[in-house]
């Protein structure tokens, strides 16, 4: 499965986060589109829609394993997608802001 680790994305990259709501809330990536796993399928449209049309989505969750599940299928769907190593927890620890859904700063639940 394509994965690349966080020190690998750049500024302006797309982000798709994939927890759910009260992880969201607690804290994410600032810019990210927040589709939860649980609602993913049903919710595809919405990644299509605002997803660049020939770039590649990075996909993110708490640690890796529900973003590698999100990443394997969008690769099955013919879409350029990659799992983010390590997740929010290294995303944190690398000093990467985390904000929660008022712009203030989070933490990764």
Known sequence: MPTVQITDLKDGDF???VREDDEWQAGHAAGALHIPISEFVA???E???A???DGRIHV???SGARSAQVTMYLAQQGIDAVNIDGGMQVW???GRPVVNDKGEPGFVL
Do not use: K, N, V
């Open 15 to 17: 982000l798709l986060d």
């Open 43 to 45: 919710r595809f449209g």
């Open 47 to 49: 990644l299509t829609e």
């Open 51 to 53: 997803a660049p049309q």
């Open 60 to 62: 993110i969750c708490r």
């Open 92 to 94: 944190e620890a690398a």
